[in-house]
């Protein structure tokens, strides 16, 4: 997949395209439907298949106080956008000054001169140019001025039968369930706050993950016996409800298959309370592993499932007692997560 941060990159000639418009926060479940089709439409018309989206995030140009934690950050969310099938993603870098475009500048430097649009693929609510004065219908009439077909596509939602047991009438009735709306990035968002991480999961369609580099942190881990990758502050993906979670604990820089390229995990997130501790923290403890030099390594954490809440632990051995308890169960987690029939790769991370 080509990966443009300008228009100066796009190489003279690319085209026609396929061309679609969005921030993907996460690249959820209803990212990838419409990705993944829209590739196959492409593929069928002889295009190429086009993702534009910026960064940073708008909302934290116009509205950083307000701006919700993004899912992912920009390395994750090319990867994710790559596995779609995208022939290329230009990711434009989003100024106030790029905001100042009207709609037909935006349209008649990035999608007709710039990436030769054939058809462009928005959602019924699209917003775009100055002011987000563009809409819809903006798009459709400027597509009648350029030359290209408007493709409008339609919100997406947890079908009735998502690979459960259910009979026609149990779907029928989960579809009435307030929790089965669209996919969406806020959706996903919420459920994460919430240390839902097994729910997220539904809606990303694979475990949310954080991305950072393992930096020095107190120590205490170790002495314990249960050694932690401490991520970076500035690590990259929303941090989760605090407490404890089973895990994966991924290191890019490894070559794939490499055994230890997946390790499981516990995770912690919290402020350690029985040290008093004051600062919000992410760390993975590798199960049964000491060995291991992470510091200045860039590792990405995966979370599986919530064990329980961050406790405060009246001394030492209760806490460890704990500790031991807690890594008993991740196995059990990491275990089924392994046998179910999702599908997992050779390390038993669920793919899906």
């Known amino acids: 997949m080509h990966r443009w941060t300008d228009l100066a990159d796009v190489p003279e000639g690319f085209g026609p395209s396929v061309v679609t418009i969005g921030n993907f926060d ?37 509205r950083p106080e307000s701006a919700p934690p993004l899912l992912t950050g920009d390395v994750d969310r090319l990867e994710l956008l790559e596995q779609t099938g995208l022939d290329a993603v230009l990711m434009v870098e989003y100024t106030l000054e790029f905001a100042q475009q009207t709609a037909a500048e ?14 462009v693929v928005v959602g019924q609510d699209v917003r775009f140019g100055r002011g987000n004065a563009g809409d819809l ?80 942190g107190d120590a205490r881990g170790r002495e314990l016996g249960f050694p932690t990758a401490n991520l970076a502050p500035d690590a990259s993906g929303l941090v989760p409800a605090d407490g404890v979670y089973a895990g994966w604990l991924r290191r890019p820089a490894l070559p794939d298959g ?57 001394g030492i051995d209760a806490l460890v007692e704990q500790m031991h308890a807690d890594v008993d169960r991740v196995r059990e987690v990491l275990a089924g997560a392994a046998g179910t029939t999702t599908p997992v790769d050779a390390a038993g991370r669920p793919t899906d």
């Open 26 to 62: 996460g690249v959820h479940r209803g990212h990838v439907g419409v990705l993944t089709r829209m590739v196959s439409d492409a593929r069928a018309a002889g295009a190429q298949a086009v993702a534009v989206t910026f960064s940073p995030h708008p909302q934290q140009v116009h």
């Open 106 to 119: 935006f349209v008649e430097r990035y999608l007709v001169h710039g990436l030769h649009a054939r058809t």
């Open 137 to 216: 219908g903006t798009m459709v009439e400027l597509g009648r001025r350029y030359g290209f077909d408007v493709e409008v596509i339609q919100d997406a939602a947890p079908d009735a039968d998502d690979g459960t047991d259910d009979t026609a009438a149990d779907g029928a009735a989960a579809l009435a369930d307030p929790l089965r709306r669209r996919w969406s990035s806020t959706w996903a968002r919420e459920l994460l706050v919430a240390g839902d991480v097994t729910q997220a999961a539904r809606v990303l369609g694979r475990p949310h993950r954080m991305r950072g580099v393992v930096v020095h």
């Open 258 to 314: 490499s055994p230890d390229a997946v390790l499981p995990a516990a995770v912690s997130v919290g402020t350690n309370p029985t040290f008093e501790g004051a600062s919000r923290r992410v760390e993975a403890y590798v199960l049964d592993r000491t060995d291991l030099d992470l510091y200045g390594e860039e590792v990405v954490v995966e979370f599986v499932e919530r064990l329980r809440a961050t406790l405060r632990f009246d």
